[in-house]
């Protein structure tokens, strides 16, 4: 049996049924990132003044990853373009570029991961607060894994500047790689050792949830596109135009997710 | 859409936005890198220029310029909730007196700040 609409339109919407259910989908979509966007606002707003971390992330990294998704929004619709001019192997070209950004934004965002579970805050006993790296550059330390490998000190390469002090404008994660004279903490100095994970903080919390749901999506999204690139482009000589509406559909979800990041961009990297 | 002039009509739209969101990404990093006085008027830039980003996508990309009635409602409802969440988030910051500016601390406000992780 035959799956109604799937080419052919309805009379009521006017649509054949796939992409209602997109645009259903993708509704229920901007309420998720609805509501997160909204907790980060409140929880922005709500922090003390000075205490909310900034330039801790690497804006060019940022802004490079925005452009790769902007690459990839291009060669999503240009693939579509290409199967309504009936060239199927422009399609194939555009999309492996797509699939090609989506590797490179996760690999990236991974890379910038790994820099977050490395780069550590030390709370000391006498109220002091400083932000740098762990000599041999640890994963995921704690002040429990002190205690636990009964460590008596701690050699820290500390940053030049902590983020709730003033400095010169927007230095950014450049400033953090600047002089990393190391200095020697004893443990008994240390009230509280955090990498940048969410436990930190509230910042790193909601970065970690919003970055990371919107990588699950570029990956889920780079599955579907690297499904209809590959195996799922036998449909093209069966039934052409239902394939190119495949491609629309995904390609809408794609759009979505690139959106998604454009609002992510501005709002955790330079706010 | 299946006339191959009209595509390749559509195409050059989608390189001409292509270019628009390139710019609108310099821009909005030109904007982090010039320190501006008023905190709220760089995140207010960056939050048009991510807006007007966001609208060439959904418009040209999504097609949302060209669409059909059903896809307008659908969006219709979404703006809808979508506006009433940011709504009440509003309407929640005047609940709380640390967050509505006012000089009357509620009692659970009254956290030492040492104990406050931002």
Known sequence: MDIPFTVKLRDDTTLYNAKVGIWLFLGSEVMLFGALFSSY???????????????????????????????????????????KLGNLGKFRFYQAITL????????????????????????????????????????????????????DHIVFHPDPHHYTEPVKPHAGAAAEHEGHAAITIPVAEIARLSAFVPAH??????????????????????LVIGYLWGPGAKLWKTDPERFTNRIEISGLFWHFVDLVWIFLFPVLYLL | MNDPQ???????????????????????????FKHFESV???IAIALIIATVKASLVAGFFM????????????????????VGLMALTIWAMNDSPALSGSTQRAPHATVAPAQHVP
């Not at chain 1, 804006?59 to 373009?81: D, E, H, K, R, Y």
């Not at chain 2, 097609?63 to 979508?82: D, G």
């Open chain 2, 63 to 82: 097609h949302l310029v060209s669409e059909r009635k059903t896809i307008y409602i659908i969006m219709a409802f979404t703006a809808f909730f979508f």
């Open chain 2, 6 to 32: 009209h595509v390749a009509k559509h195409v050059k739209t989608y390189l001409m936005v292509f270019g628009a969101l390139i710019v609108g990404t310099i821009l909005t990093v030109a904007v982090y």
């Open chain 1, 201 to 222: 903080s509230t910042y790193f919390a909601i970065y970690f949830t919003l970055t990371a749901l919107h990588g699950l999506h570029v990956f889920g999204g780079a």
């Open chain 1, 100 to 151: 090609l950004c989506a590797l490179s934004f996760l690999t990236i965002k991974s890379f910038e991961y790994r820099d977050k579970f490395t780069h550590y805050e030390v709370w000391k006993t006498d109220g002091a607060r400083m932000t740098g790296h762990v000599e041999g550059g640890p994963y995921f330390w704690s002040t429990q894994t002190l205690k636990d490998k009964k460590l």
């Open chain 2, 40 to 42: 709220a008027l760089a």
């Open chain 1, 41 to 83: 606002i409140l929880l922005r707003v709500g922090a003390p003044p000075g205490t909310w971390p900034r330039g801790l992330l690497n804006v060019p990294i940022g802004a490079f990853n925005t452009i790769v998704l902007i690459v990839s929004s291009v060669t999503v619709v240009m693939s579509w373009a290409s199967l």
